[in-house]
Each structure stands twice: as structure tokens, then as C-alpha cells.
């Protein structure tokens, strides 16, 4: 669907916006809040409508709790489950359990995307939903925020390094997400490798737990495509797994939600004049458990570098540079820490002798959570 007639100058562009913001994930609608809030006129385009599910882990810690309060996320009335325990396992069932302080919490993004959408209109972003915007020549505003997740057209549009070919089977991921019942402690999150991926599993809003697992696309193109063939014979390899999978009455989805061509190549920050958020700026590994708040984060110092520029503080460069160092400073070792940790737990044999070294090593364990989460914000 191409763009609906608002404010346009000659050229037929969208006009009349202090900040043009494409994609509405966590990290386009906390941007737009913070802009409308500083009083700034910000139209924001989603391709679908809300609510709507998303593959996601939903697992957001607690260093995002505060900030997610202030844009007005009404926390202690939705109850979200407050996670502070990880249990992880290999292809083999070897298992190793930690205590993480301070944790998080698991909410879902049909409920918390909502509730943001819900935020951003009441403080008057022009939230434009059903609509693709295919380049930013269709766009004119001073500002220009890319929110549009891992992979999308805008990348082709901007001609971004790393985002046009599509990867080999063996470097291309496809994720796959269920709400489910299960049998897991609701202060727990587990994680469950099997080859070639590796499963996530924690409770959300309501009775719900998400059960989402990342693998590579090759795992699927040995069943044909098949899902639940995969499920049944790849994924239940992993005892743990076998127990969830064997109890399909207990899936709350008809279909699973998936997306595929996911990549974890190297992106930049800012392109081309666009600042990135969320995944478009860069894909930390799933396994970490933390791009919600990563993406809420990136919002925060994006919006403050974006509000210096409106204000005529900085110039349009030092603006993007600023960003840029701000991003990198915050998130790029998490994104290098996940890429050296991912390749190790797909290895079933590297995975048995990681784990069985974490479980006679508690203090590395908590090393590597605490280097994949961050401070409050």
C-alpha cells in the first residue's frame, strides 16, 4: 500500500513533520514518545495494525523498567511475571541453572506494542498504520528515524552494506514463536539448544508462556519446509524440549508467527542520514535475551541526540556522530559477546563442554549475564 495523502509539498513527499519514524517496533514508538513529549510534530508509519504478535522472546530486563514507567507503560497494573532465574541446556540435556539479579520481566508484544501505540497517539504522534514506505524519497522531514526491524525493503532503498544478498542456508536464520502452557517455573527463563539453534521459554502476560527458538534455515530445508516435522525430529533431539513439543493441545496459536532471512552481519548506526533503532541499527544473538531493551535504550539516546539537533545545538553531523559513539559504547560489545557465544552453543560438542564448565564455574556465568545486560536507564 503506498502512502496515504498527508501535509505533502510539491513533490508529492509526506511534509509538515519535525521527525518521520519508519517502523513500530519498541524502539519507533518509545522514540516517537519522547519526541511528541519534547513537542515536536512526529508521524510514525507501521506496516501492520495493532496488536499484532511479533517473533520475540519477550523477555525485557530490568534495566528497562524505569524508563518503560516514564513513557507511561502502566507496569504495576499489567503484572508482568518477574524473572530471575536461567536454566540452560544442551543438545544432550546437560543443564545448568543461575540465579540472575536483577532478572527482568516477560510481557508480551501483542500487549506491550499495544500499549505503546495506545501512549504514542494520546500524545499526538501521527501513528499511520497498514502502510509500507518504500524509500525515504517519499519522506520530508528534518529528521529521519529507521525502526523497520531485521531485515526490510528500506535497507534495499538505502543501498545498506551487509543487508541486500540474502545469506547461504547455513548463515540464514528463521525464527519461529508459539504462545503456550507449560510446566515452567514462572520466575525462570530456559533456554534449550539443539542443532543448528536454540530455544527460549518464559512466561508472559496472563497464563501464557512464549515459547520462540532461532534456527538456522538449512534445519528447515531438510523438512521441506515442514514446521512441526522439524519440531518433532530436530528440535525434541533435546530432552527438555521433547517434553514441550509432545504436547501440541497445549499450544495457544493455530500457526506459529515466524520471519526468516534474519541476519547477524554487521550494521551501522546511522545510514545515509537515517538513525537506527532496534534491530535495524544491529541484531544482538537471541540467546542474550536482551534486544527489547537494547532497542528501548538505543530510543532513549537516539531521541536525546535528535532533540540537541531540533534545538540548533549540534549540527545535522555532529548529531549523527553523537548517536553513533553513544550506540557503539552502549551495545556494541553486547552485539560482539553474542556472536562469539552463538556459534559455540549451535556446536553440540562445544555446548556440552561449555555448560558442563559453567556449572563448576558460577562466577563466569554471571560474568557473561551481567556483560549481556545493562544499567537502568
Known sequence: MGLPIFDSDKNGRVSGYDVSIIGGGLGGLSLAIQLADAGYRVILFERKKYP???????????????????????????????????????????????????????????????????????????????????????????????????????????????????DSPDRNWVGVKYHVRADVPEDEIQLHNFEGGYCGISKVDGDKYCLCYLTRAANLQRFQGDIESMEMNLLSANPFLKIIFSSRENFLFREPVTVSQISFQRKLPVENQVLMVGDSAGMIAPLCGNGMSMALHASLLCATAIQRFLESKISREEMERDYSVSWNRHFALRVKLGRMLQPILLRPGLSNILLSLLRRAPRLMNQIVSLTHGKPF
Request: charged share 25%; proline share 3%.
Open 52 to 166: 499484532f504478535h511479533r517473533v520475540c522472546g519477550e523477555y525485557i530486563s530490568m534495566e528497562s523498567w524505569d524508563f518503560l514507567q516514564r513513557l507511561g507503560v502502566p507496569l504495576h497494573e499489567l503484572r508482568p511475571p518477574r524473572i530471575t532465574k536461567l536454566k540452560v541446556s544442551s543438545l544432550k540435556g546437560i543443564a545448568v541453572n543461575h540465579h540472575m539479579s536483577p532478572g527482568g520481566f516477560g510481557i508480551s508484544r501483542y500487549t506491550l506494542d499495544n500499549e505503546l501505540a495506545i501512549i504514542a497517539r494520546r500524545k499526538g504522534v501521527e501513528l499511520v498504520e497498514n502502510v509500507t514506505v518504500k524509500g525515504i524519497d517519499e519522506l520530508d522531514s528534518r529528521v529521519i528515524a529507521g525502526a523497520f526491524g531485521k531485515r526490510s525493503i528500506m535497507d534495499k532503498s538505502l543501498n545498506r552494506s551487509g543487508t541486500l544478498q540474502a
